[in-house]
């Protein structure tokens, strides 16, 4: 198998299942047990805490762990509604992920209102269309992506968090597809909040974070026996845990190793392949602000629907649209916000690597294409000679 999705989720390096599975096996006990198995516990999540902050600049305190990515962004929108219900106003991209744009409607339900930002067509945000967008008295939250899943375009989050701070408005960054892939820093870009997930930087799935300023008021979504110190209650999935700490620890150890220089040459050497043999082929997405993992090709008249049937004969895994909604072929939201043609959508494909890809299997999924291009081509061609007849 080449796994090229793993914007859709990441293998588990097998340091973070190594880390993991004595929580799994001899230190089973539960972190708010006084006893000693459970203060072993409790060191274990609070070492993971200092890890995730240690990724974010953030401080120990200011972090709390969730199920995931959808977890963390509910919290988020759901607090900033109760606490400020005379702020009606959430501002949002369309092109953010179904977990930000599900919790956006549920705030209009509870009648608050919903302003999307537009977006230009590589995908940035609208900065002026931002700034006028945002009110002073009435906007309460700013809740936009720092990187978007399915074309890796990078948010100028510095400048967002600086206009919505100028209006007295809090931020939240969805940061799930950011978060392990290139640092980020709570203090140069000032976000108020922060999601991140396990299952995108290489720990399993059902363990997450969200980071929360101590400059802010937040309340729990999930209330209980009051762990994590009362902001998320129900009893710690340490594994999970201690897993999203060594995933913290092994991704800024990756900053500086050359590994982002590595993933991003692969996914170069990939676009340059098929792209000197398809010349056709674009990449949707701002070309100096992306994610260096991921490639996001529309290969105008070839369905995608078809070429990901053939790779996937051939053990290619990629993704068409965002892969959150599999099973199903449908338009992405995030083209037509981008104003991308439904016809582009439906020839687009998401390729996106990760760091135990090498450059053979960059290489390989290359020349796949191609030849899955010629073959769709080709049948097209057959199609419309039996219509002419
Ligand atoms: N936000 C983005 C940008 C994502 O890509 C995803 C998952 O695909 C999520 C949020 C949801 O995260 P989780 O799967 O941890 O709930």
Not at 120 to 149: C, E, F, P, Q, Y
Not at 303 to 329: F, P
Not at 353 to 372: G, W, Y
Request: charged share 20%; glycine share 8%.
């Amino acid at each position: 198998m080449i796994y090229l999705d793993a914007n859709a989720t990441t293998p588990v390096d097998p340091l973070v299942i190594d880390a993991m599975l004595p929580f799994l096996c001899e230190h089973y006990a539960n972190p708010s047990a006084s006893h000693a198995a459970g203060r072993v516990a409790r060191r274990a999540t609070d070492h993971a805490r200092g890890e995730l902050a240690a990724l974010l600049h953030a401080e120990p305190e200011e972090i709390i762990f969730t199920s995931g990515g959808t977890e963390s962004i509910n919290a988020v929108h759901a607090s900033v509604r109760s606490l400020w219900p005379k702020k009606p106003d959430l501002i949002i991209t369309g092109t953010e992920h179904p977990a930000v744009l599900e919790s956006a409607a549920r705030w209009r339900k509870c009648g608050g209102k919903v302003v999307h930002a537009p977006v230009h067509a590589d995908g940035r945000v609208d900065l002026d269309a931002l700034r006028a967008a945002v009110k002073s008295g009435g906007t309460a939250l700013v809740s936009i992506m720092w990187a978007n899943n399915e074309t890796g375009v990078i948010a100028p989050m510095h400048e967002i968090a600086a206009i919505a701070h100028a209006a007295g408005a809090l931020v939240h960054t969805d940061a799930v597809q950011a978060a392990g892939k290139f640092p980020l820093d709570v203090k140069t870009a000032p976000v108020d909040f922060l999601s991140l997930s396990g299952h995108k930087m290489h720990a399993p799935k059902g363990v997450g974070a969200l980071y929360v300023s101590r400059r802010v008021r937040f309340e729990p979504l999930l209330i209980g026996g009051g762990q994590e110190n009362g902001r998320r209650s129900g009893t710690e999935n340490v594994p999970g845990i201690v897993a999203l700490g060594k995933a913290a620890e092994l991704a800024r150890r990756h900053f500086d190793d050359g590994t982002k220089a590595r993933i991003h040459a692969m996914r170069d050497r990939f676009e340059h392949l098929v792209h000197a043999a398809l010349p056709d082929m674009r990449i949707h997405g701002c070309p100096t602000h992306r994610l260096h993992n991921t490639s996001l090709l529309c290969l105008p008249e070839i369905d995608a629907a078809g070429m990901l049937i053939l790779l996937d004969q051939q053990g290619i895994c990629v993704s068409a649209g965002s892969a959150c909604h599999t099973g199903t072929l449908h338009s992405s939201h995030t083209l037509e916000a981008m104003g991308v043609s439904a016809r582009d959508a439906a020839c687009t494909l998401r390729f996106s690597f990760h760091r135990f890809n090498t450059k053979d299997e960059a290489e390989t999924a290359a020349h796949a294409v191609i030849a899955a291009a010629h073959k769709l081509h080709a049948e097209k061609g057959d199609d419309s000679v039996v219509i002419t007849i």
